[in-house]
């Protein structure tokens, strides 16, 4: 099963230590992070770059010794919440990169922050109750 890498915005495997010896492949492709696993019985794994809401590199003294390190990403309206991208060669760098192709994503789907946080619950009307200036939140009988 070749793939071609010119729809590629990005592509890496899991290493141990340096070497990428493993059966698990991430890559950013059509605004989708996919995670492909497995030798004989393959799982892909798609997520919608814009469904990401936080991204978090984390290296041991390990993975600054070889230049690796852990993505983690948490995603909205996503069957997964967390999403670990493990041992992944320049981590600072490829933090950069997907937090500017998520951003990219959201532009090109006209995509805003509201649709994701406070899970739809509306913020309670803001008033002056005490005539100060100053808005305060309505109070609701109890």
Not at 12 to 38: A, C
Not at 77 to 97: C, F, G, S, W, Y
Not at 122 to 131: E, K, T
Request: proline content about 5%; glycine content about 8%.
């Amino acid at each position: 099963m070749a793939q071609d890498n010119s729809n590629y915005v990005w592509r890496d495997r899991k290493h141990h230590l340096w070497f990428p010896w493993s059966f698990t492949v991430y890559y950013i492709e059509n605004e989708r992070l996919m995670i492909q696993t497995g030798l004989l019985n393959t799982t892909l794994e798609e997520t919608l770059l814009y469904r990401i809401v936080d991204i978090t590199c984390r290296q041991t003294l390990a993975g600054k010794i070889f230049g690796t390190g852990n993505i983690i990403i948490r995603t909205k309206v996503d069957a997964t919440a967390e999403i670990v991208l493990q041992n992944i060669k320049h981590p600072m760098a490829t933090v950069r990169l997907l937090s500017q192709t998520v951003e990219d994503s959201r532009q090109s789907r006209n995509v805003v922050g509201k649709e994701f946080y406070g899970g739809g619950h509306p913020m309670p009307p803001m008033v002056d109750l005490d005539g100060d200036g100053i808005p305060d939140f309505e109070q609701r009988p109890d």
